[in-house]
């Protein structure tokens, strides 16, 4: 999924030489600034088998300046005992957006490149888009199941960055859909 200048979705598949948008600096993004609208995707998964077919989880967090709020959005495709596709979507306040954007800033994932990380297959990809106004960040490598995998790469130094960035965006995701699913209204 993609957003376009309108803020319009868009399916995936942009490349990551939108003649367009520019890269980040050092500095960006600034957290406190919300006139720019932000989206983060990260989508890990891949080709199983014939029999199983395709397995991913997926999230996305769109801000949308206009209308000062956020959503965050969860699908997880696993096929484990042939379950359907698990939809869920939480709306965030700019508390959470202004933590994100931290998040971010402070692992200084913006200043990574994947030019010397492995390709992604069919079988086995990991996509990290993050796009505030025009200006967009793109790294694509193999899915990793451990940071020890960093080691035996051109640039374990820079994939590790991004494996400890996605470990704990991924932490953060599913600890904001387990507090807003099972947490239950005061009862009088």
């Not at 720019?36 to 029999?51: H, K, M, Q």
Request: proline share 2%; with cysteine; net charge negative.
């Amino acid at each position: 999924m993609d957003i376009d200048e309108e803020g319009e979705l868009s399916i995936r598949g942009t490349s990551n030489n939108d003649n367009n948008c520019t890269v980040f600096t050092q500095d960006e993004p600034n957290i406190d600034d919300f006139s720019e609208n932000f989206y983060l995707r990260v989508y890990t998964g891949g080709i199983r088998s014939r029999d199983i077919g395709q397995e991913f989880i997926e999230y996305d967090v769109r801000y949308n300046a206009n209308e000062k709020s956020g959503v965050l959005r969860y699908a997880n495709q696993s096929n484990y005992r042939d379950e359907e596709l698990i939809k869920k979507e939480v709306g965030l306040s700019l508390v959470v957006i202004t933590e994100l954007k931290k998040l971010i800033k402070q692992s200084e994932i913006l200043l990574e490149t994947d030019e010397k990380w492995p390709e992604s297959t069919r079988e086995s990809k990991q996509e990290l888009e993050i796009r505030l106004g025009k200006k967009v960040k793109k790294l694509n490598t193999l899915k990793m199941a451990s940071v020890v995998e960093t080691k035996f790469t051109d640039d374990p130094e820079g994939l590790k960055v991004y494996y400890y960035f996605l470990q704990n965006l991924r932490a953060l995701v599913f600890s904001l859909i387990s507090l807003h699913f099972k947490v239950k209204p005061v009862q009088r």
